[in-house]
Structure formats: C-alpha cells, structure tokens
C-alpha cells in the first residue's frame, strides 16, 4: 500500500508541474505580444510609424486573434502609401467571425478609407454600403456619405 501512495503521489506532482510549466510558458507567450503591441501604440505616440509597423507586425505574427493590432497596422500602411497592402489586411479581417460590431466598424472604416487611397471607387461605393448597412451612428453615415461625394 504504500508503494501504491508513493507513486500516486510522484505521478500527481509530475501531471501538476507539467501543467504549470504550461501554464507558465502561455502566459510569457502572451506578455511578450503584449509588449510588442505596447511597444508599437508608444511608437505611434511618438510618430516613428516604421518602428510602430514593425511592432506590429510582431505583435500580430505571435496573436493572430488581435484584431486591433490589424486594423491598427493596415491604417499605418495606408499612411505609408501602401493602400493595397492596407487593403488586404482590412479586407481579410472582414471574413473573420470572432470581431465585435465595433470592430467590424472600425474594420470597414478603414477598408473605406484604404479604397478612396487606391482610388477604387467601386470597393468603396459596395464597402460604404455595408457600413451604412450596420452602423447606426449618424455621424459615421454623415461621414461615409460626405467621402463618397468628394
């Protein structure tokens, strides 16, 4: 019996260090995507947008569930000159489930405003109407039907 008790023992301590060394690990995964997207948001704060992209591109590879860390990256992008490659990134976050209707907003905002960048106004006249089509704030439909009279 007690050879029993002594084993039982050793294999609950291994399964218990086992899944705090997994536990633990997940966590530091995380706090380091943390920083980079911290690191990135004081970059903005500062106007070093190619140091801010480059966070956040790191942020997003490490957690792909960041949707605003896209939506942030893609809009840095756009100001960089680089509307197509803003679009993808916008366009892309369109086709996943898991965003809030802020998000979803803010996602179509920017694709709106990636659009009228790259001057495709046919994206942007389809991309308006969607947005119009959810958002019930009058001030987003002010200002989506103001852009697409300019």
């Known amino acids: 019996m007690d050879i029993i008790y002594i084993w039982g023992i050793i294999i609950l301590a291994v399964i218990v260090l086992a899944a705090g060394t997994y536990f633990f690990y997940k966590y530091k995964k995380k706090t380091k995507q943390s920083d980079h997207y ?9 106007d070093d947008k190619r140091q801010a992209i480059e966070k956040l591109k790191k942020s997003v ?44 907003i803010n996602i179509l905002e920017a694709l709106f405003e990636d659009y009228n960048q790259a001057k495709d106004w046919i994206s942007m006249s389809k991309t308006g109407k969607k947005l119009l089509a959810i958002s019930k704030d009058e001030e987003v439909k002010a200002w989506v039907t103001k852009s697409a009279d300019q």
């Open 38 to 46: 911290l690191q990135a948001l004081e970059n903005m704060l500062v």
């Open 61 to 104: 590879k490490e957690n792909t569930e960041n949707i605003e860390a896209y939506i942030k990256l893609g809009n840095l992008l756009r100001e960089q000159g680089l509307a197509k490659n803003a679009v993808r990134i916008h366009s892309d976050l369109t086709f996943r489930n898991n965003v809030s209707k802020a998000q979803r």
